[in-house]
T-cell receptor
Framework: GAGVSQTPSNKVTEKGKYVELRCDPISGHTALYWYRQSLGQGPEFLIYFQGTGAADDSGLPNDRFFAVRPEGSVSTLKIQRTERGDSAVYLC???????????FGQGTRLTVV | KQEVTQIPAALSVPEGENLVLNCSFTDSAIYNLQWFRQDPGKGLTSLLLIQSSQREQTSGRLNASLDKSSGRSTLYIAASQPGDSATYLCAVIRPTDSWGKLQFGAGTQVVVTP
């Protein structure tokens, strides 16, 4: 596609539920990044993939958060047992490789009620 | 631990005035510095990327400077327009990290009044 695509654009879920957020990177981009942005804050790094493998997951806040990229293209961020504090905008970015500029998607706004 | 700070948090200027946005970082050992624009409810749009060997970048009405030794970057927007109203974020990249692993400031929210 022309840009990074994230679905859904908005997600409302109940506390304790499981959610999946999808990111479709720019075609041919090998690196993919997930960020979380809370209200009034800058985005915070969560995890990045080079190809199919997670090259750096140092930003994942706890073991309720998990991400996969099984075929080296689309990635899914999975959140188990959601908490109200997980409410944020989740941003995805991709880049051609690790040493090139990353391009961001429009984000998924997650609201946990 | 690297900290990125943007002051002020919010700024309102009349149309036509020049904008000066500041970004400071505590660890001068950065590789790249990047400025982004974010419109409400939207993702991030890259404005300028200053690579390690550069001291400034320019694009149209935008100019960004970088002084690693003092831990500062400044984004200048000349002759502001109402369409420039947005939140502006700066982000740094460590030398050992991938270019997409960015550490962001909290942003400066800019309103340009007609």
């Amino acid at each position: 596609g022309a840009g990074v695509s994230q679905t859904p654009s908005n997600k409302v879920t109940e506390k304790g539920k499981y959610v999946e957020l999808r990111c479709d990177p720019i075609s041919g981009h090998t690196a993919l990044y997930w960020y979380r942005q809370s209200l009034g804050q800058g985005p915070e790094f969560l995890i990045y993939f080079q190809g199919t493998g997670a090259a750096d997951d140092s930003g994942l806040p706890n073991d309720r958060f998990f991400a996969v990229r099984p075929e080296g293209s689309v990635s899914t961020l999975k959140i188990q047992r959601t908490e109200r504090g997980d409410s944020a905008v989740y941003l995805c970015a991709s880049s051609l490789n690790e040493d090139s500029e990353a391009f961001f998607g429009q984000g998924t706004r997650l609201t946990v009620v | 631990k690297q900290e990125v700070t943007q002051i002020p948090a919010a700024l309102s200027v009349p149309e036509g005035e020049n904008l000066v946005l500041n970004c400071s970082f505590t660890d001068s050992a950065i590789y790249n510095l990047q400025w982004f624009r974010q419109d409400p409810g939207k993702g991030l749009t890259s404005l300028l990327l200053i690579q390690s060997s550069q001291r400034e970048q320019t694009s149209g009405r935008l100019n960004a400077s970088l002084d690693k030794s003092s831990g500062r970057s400044t984004l200048y927007i000349a002759a502001s327009q109402p369409g420039d109203s947005a939140t502006y974020l700066c982000a740094v990249i460590r030398p050992t990290d991938s270019w997409g692993k960015l550490q962001f400031g909290a942003g400066t929210q800019v309103v340009v009044t007609p």
